[in-house]
């Protein structure tokens, strides 16, 4: 009992340094806000006013991201905060064929 009093005490005095994810099929995806704020659609539906206290970690749910898609889409957040002003070279940034499409009609969405 101790462990989980003391893991819900850290996690929500980080939990507003991250942000979650929801897919379609109902998988989560616990990311850092800055990260997710590479989306110009997160940032926009993040600095909506809101009932959650500060220390709440904020949830937006995608109805038409499956799982598959919003994981890579994690994914290249991740890599854009790693990779932008970086002086080294930049590795690319690989996309299965497979879902291609689906990316890309999620990345017009999310503005990123």
């Known amino acids: 009992k101790q462990w989980y009093q003391r893991r819900v005490a850290i996690t929500a005095g980080i939990a507003a340094d991250f942000v979650k994810l929801v897919s379609n099929d109902e998988h ?18 993040l ?4 009932n959650f206290k500060n220390k709440e970690m904020s949830k937006v749910q995608f109805r038409e991201i499956p ?9 290249y957040f991740a890599y854009k905060n790693r990779y932008t002003n970086s002086t080294s070279e930049i590795p690319e940034f690989p996309i299965e064929p497979e879902i291609a499409l689906e990316l890309l009609m999620a990345a017009n969405f999310l503005d990123c």
């Open 67 to 75: 799982s598959h898609v919003l994981c890579k889409v994690c994914m």
């Open 28 to 45: 989560e995806f616990i990311l850092k806000r800055s990260h997710a704020l590479t989306s110009g659609t997160i940032k926009a539906m």
């Open 47 to 50: 600095s909506y006013p809101t």
